[in-house]
Structures are given as C-alpha cells and as structure tokens.
C-alpha cells in the first residue's frame, strides 16, 4: 500500500486526536482524489460509518464472503467438486494459518525420485468417516493436580492461582500476576494431545506454541534467579529478554540457557534426536548425561539460523552436532500452519502427520526412505492428503485410525 | 495487498491456472472485499454490488488460461469489476433517476483506483482490532450493535442489562473506540450522564 501510514492516521482522525503535522499529512492525502475526499466524508459521518462497521462486522464480512463464493463456485463445475474446508480459530498466527487452511483444500506433493505408476488401480479405500486435520486445545494440569480442559470455546479466567490469575482468551493461555504471591512455588504443566496444538504466555510474557503430543511444565510465577521450564515434544519458544537466564530443560537430556530468543526444539522420543533450532538472538546448548558425570557434559553456543541435535553417540554419551544449513522456515512451518516436506523422508513426514491426524501408519514394503517435497497446510482433512499421496503412487489403505502404505 | 504468504506468487498463478480451487480461493480471498467496496462505492444496493463480486470472478475463472502473473490478475479484476458496475448501472438507468446519475459519473473515471479502498479496509481493519482490546462488555455491546443492528432493547435482553444503560453506549458506540483506547476514560460519565456505577458494572462486567 501506497499511503501506509493514512488508515492511522484516519484513526486518530476519528478519535480526534491528529498532531499538527498529521493533519496536513492527512490533507494533502485528502486533495489528491475525491475518492480520498469521500472516505473522510464517510468515516466523519456517523450514519455512514456505523454502516460501513456493520458490513465489516467479523461475521457479517464472513457471511458476506462465503455468500458471494458460494455464489461463484456454484456457476463453475470444474470448481465445485472440491468442498472449501472449515476454518480453524485461535490466536492471530493461527488465524492466518486459518486463511489457508480454508483456502487451500488441495494437496501436492512431487516425488523426487519415485516412478510415478499407471494410473489406474487407485487403493484409496472408502473411507466412511473422514478424519480430519488437528485443532487448538489442550489440557491444563494445576500443581494440586486438578485437570483443565482448554478448548476454544470456552473463555474467561480458568484458575487463580497462588497471585496470578490464569486466563484464556482467543484460543490461548495467558498468566496474569494479580496479586502478591503467597507460599512457595506453584508449577503447571500443559499438554497437547496428537491432534491438538495450543499457544500459552507465560508469566514473564515469553510466549510457547506447543506442536501436538508436547508438554510444557512452568512455574505460575518466575522468582529467583533463573527462569526454568520443562518441555517434551516440540515446543517454539519466544523468550521475553531480561537478565535472569531462561532455562528449559528437554526430556532430561538436554538443558537449553538463554537470554531473549527465538528458538524451536523438537524432542519427540520416537525422533532421533533432539533438535534445537535458533532464529534470533543466541542460546547455549548442554547435554545431560544420564550418570552425570560432568567431564560427559557437552555444550555449545548457536548463531541464529544454526541447528544442535543432541543424539546418543556410540559411547553411549550424549553428543552434540551443529548445523548451519537447515531451513529455518521448514523448521518452525508447523507454528505457521503448514507441513514442509522438503527433502523429508516419507518416514518423517508421516511421523508428522500420525502426530497431527491421530493415526498410525504402518507400512508395507521398503518404502519409508523415498523423499518427498512440497508443502501442505495443516487444515487438509486426511483423505485429501491420501489423494495426494496416491498421486505418488504410495497407495494407502485406511481403518479406523491406521493407515496403512504400500507401494 | 501485501502477499505475505509462503506460496510463492508464481507457485499460486501456476495453481490457479491449472483450476486449482485453493488457489483459486486465496486470491478470491485477498479481493472480494475490495471489489465489494468499490461496487458498493457505484451501486445504490448491496445485492448489486455482491453481484458484481461474484460475477467478476466467475470471469477471472472462465479466463484463467491467459491470467499468467499476479499483476495480470489484478489488471483484470479492476477492468471487470468497473465493466459489471457499468452494465448494471446502464441497464437500470431508464428505471431509476440515481442508476443514471451513477453512471455518468463513473464513465468519466478511467481505471478503479483501488488504493483508497485498501485504505479504507485497513482503516476498518484497525477500528476492529481496537475493539479486541475493549473490555468484555463493552466489545459485546459494540459487536452486537453492529452485527445485527440490533435495538438497544435487544441488546439489553440478550446481555441482561439495563435498557437506559445500553441506550448510552450504543448511542455512543462510535465514542467507545475513543475510550478503549485509554483517552478520557475518566471523562466518560462527564460526558454522559450515566451513573458512574453503572458505566463500570457494564465495562467490567
């Protein structure tokens, strides 16, 4: 957009509240179109303001737009057979993958080194049911034990707890100290089921986006000397900058020190490895060696866009490997509402895809080394995704919830 | 409109022309509402101008074969939109007084211009995300007020308020904004002669 800073500007015109400069700012930008001219005209009147914030309405512009699609779709048939998915709720980030889930109802990928078969002998079995793609939610454990819930529908203060108040509000967590803390310290521990991922602000404002199938354990409020969480599975993290040290501790293997940071782990026991990818600011990495013994300990220091994978080394100790190759995007696309499988084995992927799907994947025959590429959003239901992959020629075979592939 | 997204514009041309319908849809996605705005801008009803929308894009997509880049794409939206407006306009202008007023005007513009509309649609954009940031109640009486035009009595029945009250603050809802925004919260029961109590029951609720 050209005039980026008039839709401001036209704000603080509303409410009034333009400095000398804006002003003129705004009435140079007014002069140059009577098109400029009327849209003043109309954010100054309240009839035709209220009108215009009517149809601007999240819903009313919703209806509107599924209104006219529909509208489009039913004149077309080479469109119409494909059904527009349902769009997902949550947080912002959320919310713009939402944009393309609801969009993108398509599913390609390109076999890098596959023999495409005949067409013909597809083994797409009828699937009664459709399973479809994960959502937010998860479920909230209180340090007495107590279990909550945290699914979008329901919003408003879920605990108070210890000073701070607990608060779900757009699909995601938020810890509010409310007032002096009593007693000692108070831990939570959210969990993502498979199919599910979830968003949470920590007390100190740093935020964490659970993939499915992780764990985030914390205290409801940060005190001392150093800020420590726990986490399983694949966690991304945006460390709020301070001077007391964050911590986070991974599977009891790996222990990861930072100041302010962007960083994603992935820790999934049936991983190989656990993979902490850095994208701003820096992090210290150390291994845990099972028989703490600290000459076995390990450690490095990541620049942005550098990878560690902690791995058990043949001597059985923990060892440390850094890469500087790694794509970034590819890493955190889950956050972003998307698979990207670039160069990703079928094995991987579909360890991906059994954690946001629910399912279990068997297979049949030597095909778990073929390497895929491509990009899918996570709002695909999953016999789109099979149509994808039958394209490939991996034909697949569903009951209940395992899926079964074969070449 | 900006194209912050991971699909390479290329990648979404090349998808949409081989009659993919996600693709398809992300751009029906970043356009409607800036079509619907400009042919709300010519037509006098809303119905025109959703026909209008639909119609444009019924043509993109019997076009798609020669919509070979993203500014191909948006040359024609513009050029047809302004076509579907002029054709309604010209059909209706023996019928009605304000059909052919419309129409001489818009056949003395040249190209749309969707700059203002874009700013127009931020401008809305940015009045809702003030919204978001209003305490409950009172995004609740801003959100109902707008959705349905609901009646202040209705709103007052649904969110089991007192009439008078909601009568204030939807009457002022425009106002509203001002004070989510932090400037003269505490002028507000000055300006408005509601018992001090009750603006932050509602408020606060």
Not at chain 1, 235 to 248: I, Q
Not at chain 1, 313 to 320: A, D, K, V, Y
Not at chain 2, 130 to 150: A, D, Q, T
Request: hydrophobic share 40%.
């Amino acid at each position: 957009m050209e005039d980026k800073d008039i839709p401001g500007l036209l704000y603080k015109y509303l409410q009034g509240t333009l400095q000398e400069d804006e002003q003129r700012r705004l009435e140079d930008w007014k002069a140059r179109s009577p098109d400029n001219a009327s849209l003043m005209e109309e954010i100054a009147s309240p009839e035709s303001l209220s009108e215009s914030l009517s149809e601007y309405h999240p819903d009313n512009k919703k209806a509107l737009r599924e209104r006219i699609l529909h509208k489009i779709l039913d004149s077309d048939h080479q469109f119409s057979h494909a059904p527009e998915r349902p769009v997902m709720t949550g947080r912002r980030w959320w919310m713009a993958a939402a944009v393309l889930a609801a969009v993108v109802s398509s599913v390609y990928f390109i076999a890098s080194y596959y023999q495409r078969p005949e067409p013909g002998n597809v083994a797409v079995s009828a699937t009664p049911a459709e399973v479809l793609p994960g959502k937010t939610g998860a479920i909230l454990t209180l340090s007495d034990g107590s279990q909550v819930v945290l699914d979008s529908l329901r919003e408003g203060v879920v605990s108070n707890q210890n000073g701070t108040q607990v608060v779900l509000e757009d699909g995601g967590l938020a810890y509010n100290p409310a007032g002096p803390a009593s007693g000692g310290i108070t831990y939570n521990t959210i969990t993502t089921p498979k199919g599910r991922q979830f968003d949470v602000r920590l007390p100190d404002g740093t935020r964490a986006w659970l993939n499915a199938a992780s764990t985030i354990t914390y205290p409801t409020a940060f005190h001392g000397n150093e800020r420590m969480v726990k986490i399983t599975g694949e966690v991304y993290l945006e460390v709020v900058k301070s001077n007391v040290p964050f911590m986070v501790n991974v599977n009891n293997k790996t222990s990861i020190r930072v100041l302010g940071t962007h960083f994603n782990v992935n820790a999934y026991d049936n991983e190989e490895s656990i993979s902490t990818t850095l994208l701003e600011g820096s992090v210290r990495i150390a291994s845990i060696p099972a028989g703490s013994r600290p000459s076995d300990r390990e450690t490095v220091i990541l620049r942005p866009g550098q990878q560690a994978k902690v791995q058990v080394g043949s001597g059985g100790h923990p060892e440390i490997t850094v890469s500087s190759d790694v794509s970034v995007e590819k890493v955190v696309a889950w956050k972003n509402g998307l698979f990207d499988f670039e160069g990703a084995t079928l094995g991987e992927v579909m360890r991906q895809l059994e954690r946001w799907y629910d399912i279990e994947v068997v297979y049949e025959g030597d095909i778990q080394q073929l390497k895929l590429t491509g990009k899918m959003t996570r709002g695909v239901t999953l016999n789109g995704l099979l149509k994808g992959l039958d394209r490939l020629g991996i034909h697949c075979q569903l009951e209940g919830r395992t899926l079964k592939l074969f070449p | 409109m900006s194209a912050n997204h991971p699909y390479e514009e290329y990648d979404l041309v090349q998808r949409f022309q081989a009659g993919d319908i996600g693709a398809f849809t992300e751009i029906y996605d970043r356009y409607y509402f800036l079509i619907y705005q400009y042919a709300k801008r010519w037509l006098p009803n809303r119905q025109e101008a959703e026909d209008v929308v639909s119609e444009t894009f019924i043509k993109l997509m019997q076009r798609r074969g020669q919509m070979e880049s993203p500014a191909k794409i948006t040359a024609f939206l513009k050029v047809t939109a302004r076509n579907a407006c002029l054709d309604i306009l010209k059909h209706n202008k023996v019928k009605s007084a304000r059909h052919a007023d419309l129409l001489q005007h818009l056949l003395l513009t040249s190209a749309p211009d969707f700059s203002w509309l874009e700013v127009r649609e931020e401008f809305l954009r940015l009045v809702y995300a003030e919204v978001e940031k209003m305490p409950r109640k009172m995004k609740e009486i801003f959100l109902l007020s707008y959705k349905e035009g609901l009646k202040p009595a209705e709103i007052a029945q649904r969110l089991n308020l007192n009439v008078q009250t909601v009568s204030n603050q939807k009457s002022n809802a425009i106002k509203l904004i001002k004070i989510a925004l932090g400037q003269s919260f505490i002028l507000f029961p000055l300006f408005f002669p509601v018992a001090f109590n009750d603006i932050f029951e509602i408020l606060y609720k």
